[in-house]
């Protein structure tokens, strides 16, 4: 029936097929949730060559919807549009949220990586992204933690007015904007930082490592705050995906590691670290590091044992000097690998 109401409203089968099928699983959704009335809270559409012309060379692109064609013109900048010139496109995705239409535009596009010569591997958390490359350690504070705080407000207010808050306008568009908030914080840093860590890569002819994910939802069990820690997992993946997407364009290789253990071994010798806090100390040769950095350094072996075979063991990095692994050192001072 519903699928009928499409095609009287000018909507092309496969059009309304694709709608129908949304709408489906947002209400099976619901349901699974013990939700109210489903909401569709975004409309979109996704058009082929059928339904869609993009015409880059013009810088826009023409779309039919009910039986009407509309042109969009496209807002990136000239040199940008010119790097899909020649490509050829697959799907056109158009939103229409806030009053406002977004396009985006679905190339095939050949993936070749270049030969690395070395690796950036990243040990993420809320607060800091902790880089090593074989050299030294690189850390970078996030803007996660500013989000989370506007996605708990939002939270505190939804249990302060655990009724209100739906049927209050006033509240109900307070907690709007602070989970649209929340999501675009983390979203445009995000993409922010992918840039400039995949121009980093694609200078140096590095590969970038990065954490799977997978191994990082089963802790979901033992943490105490799921609201947090369900927003932690929104933005791994959000940082993961733009880092991904990016190194994508760019031909810059990326290597999924499995995080296990990461931080439980020392990095230089093997054995297993000790913890005050969140400072791990080896017995055995004295390696002092906080838990993030030997994240990124493990990590970084992983990579290398995976493709080398030797642990410790690069092309060009020279051994760790003795100074280094003093208690007193800085943990944010360059790092250099013992070669074994």
């Not at 602070?178 to 983390?186: F, G, M, P, S, T």
């Not at 995949?198 to 954490?211: D, G, P, S």
Request: net charge positive; charged share 30%.
């Amino acid at each position: 029936m519903f699928y009928q109401v499409l095609r009287n409203y000018g909507f092309r089968a496969h059009v309304a097929r694709n709608i129908y099928d949304y709408a489906l699983a947002l209400v099976k959704a619901t349901k699974k949730n013990n939700g109210g009335n489903p909401i569709l809270r975004k409309l979109s559409a996704r058009l082929d060559y059928q339904d869609a012309k993009v015409e880059l060379d013009k810088g826009v692109v023409r779309v039919i919807l009910r039986s009407q064609w509309y042109t969009l013109r496209l807002r990136h900048r000239r040199d940008y549009v010119e790097r899909f010139r020649g490509l050829r496109w697959k799907e056109v995705h158009i939103k229409y949220e806030n009053g406002k239409l977004f396009v985006s535009i679905i190339f095939e596009f050949k993936y070749e990586p270049f030969m690395p010569r070395g690796i950036i591997a990243l040990d993420v958390n809320l607060k800091m992204i902790v880089a090593y490359d074989g050299y030294e350690v690189r850390r970078r504070k996030t803007r996660f933690t500013d989000a989370l705080s506007k996605k708990k407000r939002a939270e505190e207010l939804q249990k302060k007015y655990p009724r209100r808050w739906r049927y209050s306008k006033r509240i109900l568009n307070r907690v709007k904007e602070l989970h649209r908030k929340a999501r675009n914080i983390v979203t445009d840093w995000s993409w922010k930082f992918a840039k400039q860590l995949v121009m980093k890569a694609l200078k140096h002819r590095y590969a970038i490592a990065l954490e799977d994910l997978n191994g990082l939802k089963e802790r979901a069990s033992n943490v105490n705050d799921i609201v947090a820690w369900e927003f932690t997992m929104f933005a791994y993946r959000k940082l993961q995906h733009a880092i991904i997407a990016k190194a994508i364009e760019y031909g810059v290789p990326v290597i999924i590691m499995n995080p296990k253990n990461t931080s439980r071994t020392c990095p230089i010798c093997g054995h297993k670290l000790t913890y005050i806090h969140r400072l791990a100390t080896c017995e055995k040769c004295g390696f002092i590091a906080d838990r993030d950095t030997v994240g990124a350094m493990n990590i970084w072996l992983r990579v290398l044992q995976a493709y080398a075979g030797t642990r410790g063991l690069s092309l060009s990095a020279p051994p760790m000097k003795d100074e280094n692994r003093r208690r007193g050192r800085k943990t944010n001072e360059g790092m250099k690998i013992q070669q074994t």
